[in-house]
């Protein structure tokens, strides 16, 4: 009971509706409704404290020759001088763009303010009618009758606003006319009563109305503002935030930062259960960030797992750090989807204005490029933006336009790494490579310009370029030499990624089968659900399929039971430390063993000593590559390796 009482008070003292029987909102509505509430409140209050200097005024003239008239020259200075404060104040602020929130502790301030007023007011009755003259009576009653007029007016749309304001002075009236019985002022009173009721009759009616048509227009216009799925305000809304938030800096200075996130693994839950999951995923994310925010503020999903904040009123950096540290803290617990636990991560970026930008397109852009960095370090990572990156955003867009043209300037080139068969003591093929010799910053490597050519499209037109060029290399070697081609994500689920490579085939008049496709493991997580028809498509059509860097991802064994390969390749990390560490040798004798079971060949990476290529035999892996064998080769430079006596003589048993 005593909770319900105090949970009464608070809405009625925050000028909440539905403490009169109006309509019942959540908090959010309720503070569009008081954000609205006050604008009306500040578009009156100019005129409405003017009134106030000039009724002041008035009163102390009348009352000049009053035996209180000192008393009367004091209030009116005091009532004009805070009134003019107040009038300035009001605006300064409507100059500002409107609030699209305000809080219950704003409204509360408001009422305070309002009941200090009317109690001023409510004291000239009491203290100066009784000794002023017949004019001044006249006056004063004329003044609190205005008084109660204008604050009904005022507050027309807060009834507890205009009850604050007006009690005072009700009761100022009251005392005043109690205490003389003449008849006259019984008729008064009984006037005041009904005048007064009147009053509050219509801002009762007025405020219900009005909150009603606010409702409504807030309904409407989520139609347009908000996400259907999440709830949450969309791009339309989220930049008309970031608009209002820029008017507020340039106006008062309002400093406020933007946080920009992205979930790490919503493709992952897309892929393998389902867009419904997938749309589950987000409305769950969504919950739990804006449980992370202030009551004032609303994260918007901008995109399909992009997710930012406009985080208004910035006192310090570490403020926004906080909040950005509290959405990655949400993705703790896992997510539990279709009867299963999902994991999840966010990364987020984080720009301060003015200090990062303080127009729309310099604050999203280094927003984006602060989010980029914090991905690249890794899932729960968070970036402020810094000067370097937007160096760094600089330069790896001029290497993006460079790599548009690198095709037709002739700049890429491959070179091959051999495979060794430890049985036969020969090279059975090579691995492409590709390399970009850039002309002013020389040679970059594939790790530098492979992701930027994935998120541009490049490397459909790059991956083509790649197949052709290896398979017309091909056409020059042995007939018994193989030649493997690594293969991203987005060029495997591309659908003409077969047809590319029969042409390539036809054209270079190279056999399938001495084509190999590499895939990494990391690149088929969660994926491989609409692999296996492209590998199926491969395996018929006569080329091999390898599984590279095998070990590395979590599904290694699912991706065997249910992918059609040919060979596996054991990543080098494990081949590096074998020698050494029992838990690597482990692993690597017990691939071996498992690709044999499987009748699956079996290659080991990064083989750079004779200890590591004696150990791999004695266990009968099929294949090695690495320093030891070779150094990736130029195209020329393959058929001498080949011719060599020395790879035979080097690695004889």
């Not at 899932?379 to 867009?397: L, N, Y």
């Not at 590096?576 to 071996?592: E, N, T």
Request: charged share 20%; aromatic share 8%.
């Amino acid at each position: 009971m005593r909770t319900q009482l105090t949970s009464y008070f608070a809405r009625l003292f925050a000028g909440d509706l539905s403490a009169f029987g109006g309509p019942a909102t959540d908090e959010a509505v309720a503070g569009h409704i008081r954000a609205e509430q006050m604008s009306l409140v500040l578009g009156y209050s100019v005129g409405i404290m003017l009134a106030n200097a000039c009724n002041a005024a008035v009163l102390a003239i009348a009352l000049w020759h009053s035996p209180d008239w000192a008393f009367a020259l004091a209030w009116s200075v005091i009532v004009a001088g805070a009134a003019i404060a107040f009038g300035l104040q009001s605006h300064a602020s409507r100059r500002i763009t409107k609030p699209q929130f305000v809080s219950r502790r704003a409204m509360q301030r408001l009422v305070r303010n309002a009941f200090v007023l009317g109690a001023a007011w409510g004291i000239v009755p009491v203290a100066f009618f009784a000794n002023a003259a017949t004019g001044g009576q006249l006056v004063i009653t004329c003044l609190c009758s205005g008084m109660l007029a204008g604050g009904a007016l005022a507050f027309a749309t807060i009834p507890i606003a205009a009850i604050a304001f007006t009690t005072p002075i009700f009761i100022g009236i009251a005392i005043c006319l109690s205490r003389d019985g003449d008849p006259a002022y019984v008729l008064m009173a009984i006037l005041v009563v009904v005048y007064g009721s009147v009053l509050l009759r219509a801002v009762f009616v007025n405020s219900i109305g009005f909150a009603r048509r606010v409702i409504r227009q807030v309904e409407a216009e989520r139609t347009v503002r908000q996400d259907p799925l999440t709830l949450l305000p969309n791009r339309f809304a989220f930049n008309e935030t970031l608009d209002a938030a820029l008017k507020r800096l340039s106006l008062s200075g309002e400093e406020f930062a933007v946080l920009l996130l992205d979930l790490d693994r919503f493709k992952e839950v897309n892929d393998k259960f389902g867009h419904p999951a997938g749309d589950e995923f987000l409305v769950q994310v969504a919950s739990r960030l804006q449980r992370c925010t202030r009551a004032a503020e609303h994260v918007a999903r901008i995109g399909g797992d992009e997710f930012a904040l406009v985080m208004a009123n910035l006192a310090r950096p570490e403020d926004a750090l906080d909040i950005a540290e509290r959405f990655v803290s949400a993705f703790t617990e896992p997510f539990m989807i279709q009867g299963c636990e999902i994991p999840g991560a966010t990364s987020v970026g984080i720009v301060l204005a003015p200090r990062d930008g303080d127009t729309q397109l310099d604050i999203m852009k280094n927003a984006d490029t602060a989010l980029y960095r914090a991905k690249k370090a890794g899932p729960g990572t968070v970036c402020f933006f810094e000067q370097a990156d937007d160096k760094a955003s600089r330069d790896r867009k001029a290497l993006q336009a460079d790599l548009e043209g690198a095709i037709a300037r002739d700049e890429l080139f491959l070179v091959f790494q051999p495979f060794l068969d430890l049985d036969g003591n020969r090279i059975t093929g090579f691995e492409a490579l590709l390399r970009w010799q850039h002309p002013q910053r020389g040679l970059i490597p594939p790790s530098e310009f492979i992701g930027i050519a994935e998120e541009t499209g490049l490397i459909h037109e790059i991956g083509e370029w790649v197949i052709r060029r290896a398979c017309m290399t091909l056409a020059d070697w042995p007939v018994d030499i193989r030649v493997a081609v690594n293969f991203s994500a987005a060029q495997f689920h591309n659908a003409g990624i077969l047809q590319t490579i029969v042409q390539a085939l036809a054209d270079a008049r190279v056999e399938p089968h001495r084509l190999e496709i590499e895939i990494t493991e990391s690149m088929l997580l969660s994926k491989y659900g609409s692999a296996a028809s492209i590998l199926n498509a491969l395996l018929q059509l006569g080329a091999t399929v390898a599984l590279d860097d095998f070990g590395t991802g979590f599904s290694s064994l699912t991706y065997l039971r249910k992918l059609p390969f040919s060979r596996i390749k054991i990543d080098q990390s494990f081949i590096r430390d074998m020698l050494v560490q029992p838990d690597c040798a482990a692993i690597v004798k017990s691939v071996i063993s498992l690709a044999r079971d499987l009748r699956i060949g079996v290659v080991a990476e990064g083989v750079e000593t004779a200890d590591q290529l004696e150990y791999l035999r004695q266990f009968n892996c099929d294949e090695v590559q690495g320093y030891l064998i070779s150094r990736p080769v130029p195209a020329d430079g393959v058929l001498a390796l080949l011719d060599t006596k020395q790879v035979r003589a080097t690695f004889a048993a």
